[in-house]
């Protein structure tokens, strides 16, 4: 599985963006999909989930919940994030990733893209 991540750029603090992640390749095993981000001279966070094997059930760490909000177009094979009411510590590389069910960690990853928000 191949994923590509678009979408990023500048906003000004309290705008929004939406990231794009289109997987390409076999999705067969892959139970869900999500974002993290890594802010300059801080560790990869995970920051959202979605599942993609068929409950479509979510979930979001606490500094980004009832602003981003995570969906999918299975069609597509394509999951997005909406960010709302961005914060300048929203500024980070933002990548995206899929898990295959059974494994511990997730095995696939995109290249990132950069978001920045200014204040």
């Known amino acids: 599985v191949q994923l590509a991540e678009s979408g990023g750029g500048s906003v000004q603090a309290g705008g929004s963006l939406r990231l794009s992640c289109a997987a390409f390749?076999?999705?067969?095993?892959?139970?869900?999909m999500g974002w993290y981000r890594q802010a300059p001279g801080k560790e990869r966070d995970q920051i959202a989930i979605i599942m993609v094997d068929g409950s479509g059930g979510s979930w979001y760490t606490g500094s980004v919940k009832g602003r981003f909000t995570v969906s999918r177009d299975s069609a597509k094979s394509t999951i997005y994030l909406q960010m709302n009411s961005l914060r300048s510590e929203d500024t980070a590389i933002y990548y995206c990733?899929?898990?295959?069910?059974?494994?511990?960690?997730?095995?696939?990853w995109g290249p990132g893209t950069q978001v920045t928000v200014s204040s």
């Open positions: 390749g076999s999705m067969d095993g892959i139970n869900a």
């Open positions: 990733a899929a898990h295959r069910h059974g494994q511990e960690e997730w095995d696939y």
